[in-house]
Nanobody, 119 residues
Framework: QVQLVESGGGLVQPGGSLRLSCAAS????????MGWYRQAPGKQRELVAT???????NYADSVKGRFTISRDNAKNTVYLQMNGLKPEDTAVYYC?????????????WGQGTQVTVSS
């Protein structure tokens, strides 16, 4: 199994920056991709950014040019650098890891970290 622990959330003013971190442990050798999702009150969880083992990245249109996902394989950690934050970015952010198992894919989630953008 995979354990994920997020950190770095908090309260920030519009236009500010935050960097989220997600440390993975357990069966990390089998992870095929990792990503960040977010969920605002009353809304469904939505994709923010993903990164594959090959280094390919994908972003939601709403965060392109402002957010950057990266990884540090030596530390088994994925990051989300968030710049130019807007109030609409306010949500609980969840780290995700996908692990193929016997031609199925198990999805693992962190506990979530709150990001609040407000004056």
């Amino acid at each position: 199994q995979v354990q994920l622990v997020e950190s770095g959330g908090g309260l920030v003013q519009p236009g500010g920056s935050l960097r989220l971190s997600c440390a993975a442990s357990g069966s990390i050798f089998s992870i095929s991709a990792m990503g960040w999702y977010r969920q605002a009150p009353g809304k469904q969880r939505e994709l923010v950014a993903t990164i594959t083992n090959s280094g390919s990245t994908n972003y939601a249109d709403s965060v392109k040019g402002r957010f950057t996902i990266s990884r540090d394989n030596a530390k088994n950690t994925v990051y989300l650098q968030m710049n130019g934050l807007k109030p609409e970015d306010t949500a609980v952010y969840y780290c995700n890891a996908d692990r193929p198992v016997d031609w199925n894919i198990e999805r693992y989630w962190g506990q979530g970290t709150q990001v609040t953008v407000s004056s």
